[in-house]
C-alpha cells in the first residue's frame, strides 16, 4: 500500500519529518497543533483545571496557596497518589483493579501486626506487607489469565475478601499504634528535605531533565527524524530549573517538601522511565492498545498482566504502609472509605484511558493533586465532605468526558 505521492506510508512519515526538522522551531510548533486537533491533548485540560482549582480557592481562602498547606497537601497526597500509580498500569493495560483500597488496607494490618506485636524489624516488616501485595497481584494474574475471568470481577472479589482479611489480622482491638519514634511514623510526619539539599535536588532534575531530551534528541537527528535544537533544550531546563526553585524556596517557608513526597516524585519518574523506554512499557501499551496484535508481534501478553496486576498490588501495599506511618496506626479504616475509589479517580483525572493503551506515569501526580487539591480548598472554606464528593465526581466525571471525545478525535482523524 502506497502514498498518492507513490511513498510507502512509512517514507511518506520520514519525509514529514525531515520537513518538519528543516523548518525548525516552527515545524515543532506546528506538529503540536495538529497533535492537538488529532485528539491528544496530553496533560493540558488537567493543567489548566488544576490552575482553576488553585486560583478559585485561594480567591476564597488566602492561606490556600500558603507555603504550610501546600506542605501539608502533598503530604496527604504521597499514600493515595502511590496507589494511584498502580491503578495507571492497570488502565493501560484496559483492566482495572477495584481492590487496592482493601490491599492497602491489609498491608498496614500487616505492618502493624508484624512490627509492633511481633516486635520484627521495622524493614523486614515493610517486605514482608509488599511480598503479601505481590503475592495478591500474581493470584489476580493467574485467574485472569487461566480462568478468563474479568479483572472487573477479580478485584470486586478481592475488595471483600481482603477487607475482611484485615479485620481479621487487625483482631479485636481494631487498632495498632506504631511508635512515633519509628523510620515509619517519622517519614510520614516529621522528615522534610533540608532547603538547601532542596536546591540541589532541583538543579540534578534540571540536568537530568537535559541530558535525557538531548539524548533523545541526537538519536532521532541520527534516524533523520525531526529534533529540538540544544538551544531549545537548554531554555527548557533552564525554565523548569527556574520555576522548580522558586518553588522549592517557597515550600521552605515553612517546613518544607516532605520525604514521603519525594519518595512517591521518584516513583513516578520511575515508573515513566520503565514505559517509556524499556521493552516491558512498550509491551504494556502494546497489549493495551490491541492484544491480539501485541501476541502477534511476539508479546508475552500473559507475562505482560502478571507483571501489571503484581506491580498495581505492591504499589497498593507501599500506599498502605505510607498511610500507616502518616496516620502512626494501623486500624480497621485503613484504605476503606474514599481511598479506592480516589486511587482510580486521580488516574483517571490525570489523563489515563480507561480504553487502554493512553495514559502516564504523571497521571497519577496530577490526578491525585487536583484531588487533594479539591479536599483542601473546600476544608479551608469550611464545606463538609458531601460538597468534596460532589465535586470530585463532577471533575472525574468530566476528565472521562474528555478522554471520550480525544479517542473519537483520533479516530476521525486517522479516517481523514
Not at 77 to 101: F, K, Q, R, W
Not at 162 to 172: M, R, T
Not at 206 to 234: E, M, Q, T
Not at 333 to 356: E, K, R
Amino acid at each position: 500500500m502506497t502514498s498518492p505521492e507513490g511513498l510507502s506510508p512509512v517514507a511518506a512519515d520520514l519525509q514529514d519529518e525531515r520537513l518538519r526538522t528543516s523548518e525548525g522551531f516552527g515545524g515543532l510548533v506546528r506538529s503540536v497543533g495538529e497533535r492537538i486537533r488529532g485528539g491528544d491533548l496530553g496533560v493540558l485540560p488537567v493543567i489548566v483545571g488544576l490552575l482553576v482549582i488553585w486560583t478559585v480557592f485561594q480567591s476564597l481562602n488566602s492561606s490556600f496557596l500558603s507555603s504550610a498547606n501546600l506542605g501539608n497537601l502533598l503530604m496527604e497526597s504521597a499514600a493515595v497518589g502511590v496507589i494511584a500509580l498502580g491503578i495507571v498500569c492497570v488502565l493501560l493495560v484496559g483492566e482495572i483493579d477495584l481492590s487496592v483500597g482493601s490491599v492497602s488496607g491489609l498491608s498496614a494490618a500487616i505492618l502493624g501486626v508484624s512490627f509492633v506485636q511481633n516486635d520484627w524489624p521495622v524493614w523486614v516488616a515493610v517486605l514482608g506487607s509488599l511480598a503479601a501485595g505481590a503475592a495478591i497481584g500474581f493470584v489476580y494474574s493467574i485467574v485472569y489469565t487461566r480462568f478468563g475471568v474479568p479483572s472487573f470481577v477479580i478485584s470486586l472479589a478481592g475488595l471483600l475478601g481482603f477487607l475482611g482479611l484485615q479485620l481479621k489480622v487487625l483482631g479485636p482491638s481494631g487498632t495498632i499504634n506504631l511508635p512515633f519514634d519509628s523510620p515509619i511514623v517519622k517519614l510520614g510526619q516529621l522528615w522534610f528535605v533540608p532547603a538547601t539539599l532542596s536546591y540541589v535536588l532541583v538543579v540534578l532534575a534540571a540536568a537530568g531533565f537535559f541530558l535525557a531530551r538531548f539524548g533523545r534528541s541526537r538519536a532521532r537527528a541520527k534516524a533523520g527524524l525531526s529534533s529540538v535544537p540544544v538551544l531549545h533544550l537548554a531554555l527548557q531546563a533552564g525554565a523548569m530549573a527556574v520555576v522548580l526553585l522558586a518553588a522549592a524556596w517557597y515550600m521552605n517557608q515553612a517546613r518544607g517538601i516532605g520525604w514521603m513526597f519525594v519518595l512517591f516524585v521518584g516513583l513516578v519518574l520511575a515508573l515513566h522511565y520503565a514505559l517509556t523506554r524499556t521493552r516491558w512499557g512498550r509491551s504494556v501499551f502494546a497489549v493495551g492498545g490491541n492484544e491480539e496484535a501485541a501476541r502477534r508481534a511476539g508479546v508475552n501478553v500473559n507475562r505482560v498482566y502478571t507483571s501489571v496486576f503484581m506491580l498495581c498490588s505492591m504499589l497498593a501495599a507501599l500506599g498502605g504502609i505510607l498511610a500507616a506511618g502518616r496516620l502512626a496506626a494501623a486500624a480497621q479504616s485503613s484504605g476503606t472509605g474514599d481511598v479506592n475509589l480516589n486511587a482510580i479517580a486521580a488516574a483517571v483525572i490525570g489523563g489515563t484511558s480507561l480504553f487502554g493503551g493512553r495514559g502516564s506515569a504523571f497521571a497519577a501526580l496530577l490526578g491525585i493533586l487536583v484531588i487533594s487539591s479539591i479536599s483542601s480548598g473546600l476544608t479551608l472554606v469550611n464545606l463538609d465532605s458531601s460538597w468534596r464528593f460532589m465535586v470530585t465526581g463532577g471533575v472525574l466525571l468530566l476528565a472521562v468526558i474528555l478522554d471520550s471525545v480525544a479517542r473519537r478525535s483520533r479516530v476521525s482523524h486517522g479516517r481523514a
